[in-house]
T-cell receptor, first 115, second 112 residues
């Protein structure tokens, strides 16, 4: 199984600012994803982070608001831009290696509070 | 479009009793189904999956799930619940593009 770390684990930010969240996997993986989760709620997929190309965004999420990078097979970043209190949430990174068939592993999450 | 439903927001059981968390699914092709658990202030942990084969799938921490095609269900079970099993449980279905769609989640509380 892949071990995934995220930085920062939590942050409190002012509205109008941006925060970049880092996701590091301990092995090369095929697929990486970013999810948003309101505390105690379900997960919503933001986008698929594609290595070497632009991310693929789900309906309701746009690149200008959530720019994503994936420079290699073990690392990705998600930026939450021009934040508002509505962006307060937990952001999770996940990865699927292909070696563990169909199993997707998740990072511990980044708890973001926007004031 | 694929989806899963978890009809119960909360499940409460006494320690030592059987635990069941319900999930039904809707897919257009073969279902790839998963259960995850989330402990407070933690990320999601993979419990088990159904891809193909035996309808009874065994996973981590003594959990198992039964795939029932006719009822389009994938209920999570544990014969004897522990207080430490208290957590938020998610059922999920995967599509051909690797994307997971999650249910709303079921909060399990096991009382001593």
């Amino acid at each position: 199984s892949a071990v995934i770390s995220q930085k920062p684990s939590r942050d409190i930010c002012q509205r109008g600012t941006s925060l970049t969240i880092q996701c590091q996997v301990d092995s090369q993986v095929t697929m990486m994803f970013w999810y948003r989760q309101q505390p105690g709620q379900s997960l919503t997929l933001i986008a698929t982070a594609n290595q070497g190309s632009e991310a693929t965004y789900e309906s309701g999420f746009v690149i200008d608001k959530f720019p994503i990078s994936r420079p290699n097979l073990t690392f990705s970043t998600l930026t939450v831009s021009n934040m508002s209190p509505e962006d307060s949430s937990i952001y999770l990174c996940s990865a699927e290696s292909g070696a563990d068939a169909y199993e997707q592993y998740f990072g511990p999450g980044t708890r973001l509070t926007v004031t | 479009a694929q989806s899963v439903a978890q009809p119960e927001d909360q499940v409460n059981v006494a320690e030592g009793n059987p635990l069941t968390v319900k999930c039904t699914y809707s897919v257009s092709g073969n279902p790839y189904l998963f259960w995850y658990v989330q402990y407070p202030n933690r990320g999601l942990q993979f419990l088990l999956k159904y891809i193909t084969g035996d309808n009874l799938v065994k996973g981590s921490y003594g959990f198992e799930a039964e795939f029932n095609k006719s009822q389009t269900s994938f209920h999570l079970k544990k014969p004897s619940a522990l207080v430490s099993d208290s957590a938020l449980y998610f059922c999920a279905v995967r599509d051909g593009d690797y994307k997971l769609s999650f249910g709303a989640g079921t909060t399990v509380t096991v009382r001593a």
